[in-house]
């Protein structure tokens, strides 16, 4: 794996097209391995938002926005690797975001698509909508496959109860302190979810 | 976190960074393990990647290009409707450039550096070629 690239002065450095390809042509195969199968487990992930979508078209989109500098790689923070991995999770992040804010926006009444009184009135209030939230849509889609996944381990409660404190974002010293297990539970535990995750994304 | 945080938490993205942690953990016969479990082949990722960031490099570059032909057609576009709009006598045109030249040596006199020549001795298409110039760098 690359080393992660240490804080400095000059962390904000944000690298150029030039650098980018460098990068690239720098990458191990073990790099090229974790990018390709990161974007393969969010193509998985993410059909339910945009069917058909594979791990291949998140890669192509990534690369293009990573030559664009639609979103800039600052190479003294962050590792190209780390960069390469926060695009595919933005691009997945916006097909929930903007298919179902797209619903959302469509679906709201007029006078929820109104600014606030206080509020400037602002003609980017729906593309903001749109791009920028996690929408309840969004969610309840990503609450209704979590459910589905969670009830392979209906037969192994403490697993499910490990994978019901993580949906709820609590950190592992904080699981483990809610659930009264030791470090070495709770990293079996993780270990089984991220196999039927494999199988359950896999298969549905 | 309180309840209406937790409304708003995606559990997929939990599920997202365990599996992202998983492969930037693992190592070695782990990591082709694993990718294999996700139906990857190892040894296709290699490709598979260069080839995504290569022709998305093709892409972008063909975007830049067709941006740069877009740029120099509307200057083409620019120069050609000055050079329509320039008087076809010479004596206008030496006119109208001593004119052009006079705004600008007042203006800012270093960046007037032919102001000692004499425009009698330049052709039609000297004095045009000038003009267009002048126009360019005033509208650039």
Known sequence: MSQHPPDGPEAEHVASKNET???WKA???EDKIRLNAFAEVQARIRQRYDPGI????LLNEAALRAFEGTREWQLRKISFLQYMFGIVRSISGDLKRTNAGK????TMSESNLQPADDEEGSPRFIEELCVERDTPEGIAIAKEQFVAFQSDFEDDEATWYVLECMSMGHSGPEIQRRLGITAKQLDAARKKIVRRAHKFFLNN | MDDNQLKQTNPLDRLSDLLEEEL???TGAELEEIAREWAVDPAKSVEAVDCAFKEALQQHNKAKLR???????????KLAAIQQELPKDRNALIELLTTRLAA???DNPSRVTIQH???????EDDLRGLLRDLCAVDHP
Request: net charge neutral.
């Open chain 1, 21 to 23: 390809i460098s990068a």
């Open chain 1, 27 to 29: 990458m191990t195969r």
């Open chain 1, 54 to 57: 594979s791990g291949s078209d």
């Open chain 1, 103 to 106: 619903l959302a926006a469509a």
């Open chain 2, 24 to 26: 930037l953990q693992a």
């Open chain 2, 67 to 77: 941006e740069a032909m877009r740029t120099r057609d509307a200057e083409i576009a």
């Open chain 2, 104 to 106: 600008m040596r007042q």
């Open chain 2, 117 to 123: 020549r004499n425009l009698g001795e330049l052709t």
